[in-house]
């Protein structure tokens, strides 16, 4: 029979069903009950009015709800329902043959950036691609730059952020490059190469710089990956009470990015780390 244990997150919203058993080489994430099309068992679970997203992950179910209750009162129901999924060997995703991808586009607060999201799971990593030369081991990236108005392309979970240049505006290319994302992943394409890393790696932290990556990864990212963008911290100086990041896809270069970071960004690490924060700043 397989063993199903539930964890408890650091978000409350979310909770992670761990098994013994491998789900998935590639995680997929489902926001919604159209999107569940390609999974019986999210399909499922969107029956039910509290769940929120469907994260199938190689050795977990993470399920995020709305508020209407607290996991406590739902969590050993679902993980009964989970096992008895699997004990009976139904299927977690429909035939990849018969998979439809879908794409649709979203705007952003920045005008030159484009947001299209898709119904398949792209990519764990945080990937922004600036030039042709940085997308050799890119794919999807580099047969973007033969369109000669994108300027940059972010990828990340299941969606593309595009930056465009000035010489044409959205509506007049929307549609093209919605049918060429379709067609690539429908095609099962390599989004990345298998050698492909982001470059970012571990570095050693004091504690007032995890409190602050921990603050933005649950209160601030949500947000800016939402329309289409990501904040990188980058370092924090304990003299000065500067913190600085990186900002990414559609946060480089938005009209509003400087709101984000005082409104949104320093406000929020003001609010919960006090005298230990002075400012917050954008080194791109």
Same mark, same amino acid.
């Given at each position: 029979?397989?063993?199903i244990?539930?964890?408890?997150t650091?978000?409350?919203?979310?909770?992670?069903?761990k098994?013994?058993?491998?789900?998935t080489?590639?995680p997929q994430?489902f926001?919604?009950i159209e999107?569940a099309?390609?999974?019986?068992?999210?399909?499922?679970?969107f029956?039910?009015?509290?769940?929120k997203s469907?994260t199938?992950n190689p050795?977990?179910?993470?399920?995020?709800?709305?508020d209407? %209750?607290q *996991?406590?009162e739902?969590q050993?129901?679902l993980?009964? #329902? !989970?096992?008895? &999924? $699997?004990?009976q @060997?139904?299927p977690l995703?429909?035939d990849p043959d018969?998979?439809?991808i879908?794409?649709?586009?979203?705007?952003t607060p920045n005008?030159?950036t484009?947001?299209?999201v898709?119904?398949k799971?792209?990519?764990?990593q945080?990937?922004e691609?600036?030039?042709?030369?940085?997308?050799?081991?890119v794919?999807l990236a580099?047969?973007?730059?033969?369109?000669p108005f994108?300027?940059k392309v972010?990828?990340?979970?299941?969606?593309?952020?595009i930056?465009?240049?000035?010489? %044409?505006? *959205?509506i007049e290319v929307?549609?093209?490059i919605?049918? #060429? !994302?379709?067609? &690539? $992943?429908q095609? @099962?394409k390599?989004?990345?190469?298998s050698?492909?890393s982001?470059g970012?790696t571990e570095?050693?932290?004091d504690e007032?710089?995890?409190?602050?990556?921990?603050l933005i990864?649950e209160?601030?990212?949500p947000?800016?990956?939402?329309?289409?963008?990501?904040?990188?911290f980058?370092?924090?100086?304990p003299e000065t009470?500067?913190?600085n990041?990186?900002l990414?896809?559609a946060?480089?270069g938005c009209?509003?990015?400087?709101?984000?970071?005082k409104?949104?960004?320093?406000a929020t690490l003001?609010r919960?780390?006090?005298?230990?924060?002075?400012?917050?700043?954008?080194?791109?």
């Amino acid at each position: 029979m397989p063993q199903i244990k539930i964890e408890i997150t650091d978000k409350p919203t979310l909770v992670r069903f761990k098994t013994d058993q491998t789900l998935t080489k590639d995680p997929q994430k489902f926001k919604n009950i159209e999107e569940a099309d390609g999974s019986p068992l999210a399909k499922q679970l969107f029956k039910l009015p509290f769940i929120k997203s469907v994260t199938i992950n190689p050795k977990d179910i993470t399920l995020e709800r709305f508020d209407m %209750l607290q *996991w406590s009162e739902v969590q050993s129901e679902l993980k009964n #329902f !989970l096992q008895d &999924y $699997l004990l009976q @060997k139904k299927p977690l995703f429909s035939d990849p043959d018969d998979f439809l991808i879908e794409v649709y586009a979203e705007s952003t607060p920045n005008p030159d950036t484009q947001k299209f999201v898709t119904n398949k799971f792209l990519t764990n990593q945080t990937i922004e691609i600036k030039d042709l030369d940085e997308a050799a081991k890119v794919p999807l990236a580099y047969e973007l730059f033969e369109y000669p108005f994108v300027k940059k392309v972010f990828i990340s979970q299941n969606y593309i952020s595009i930056t465009k240049d000035k010489t %044409l505006e *959205w509506i007049e290319v929307n549609d093209a490059i919605r049918d #060429f !994302l379709k067609e &690539y $992943l429908q095609t @099962k394409k390599n989004v990345i190469s298998s050698s492909y890393s982001s470059g970012s790696t571990e570095i050693s932290q004091d504690e007032t710089s995890k409190q602050i990556v921990s603050l933005i990864n649950e209160y601030i990212k949500p947000a800016v990956n939402g329309d289409g963008g990501n904040i990188q911290f980058e370092s924090y100086d304990p003299e000065t009470k500067i913190v600085n990041v990186t900002l990414q896809g559609a946060c480089n270069g938005c009209p509003s990015s400087t709101i984000t970071l005082k409104h949104g960004i320093e406000a929020t690490l003001k609010r919960f780390l006090g005298d230990k924060i002075e400012s917050v700043k954008s080194l791109n």
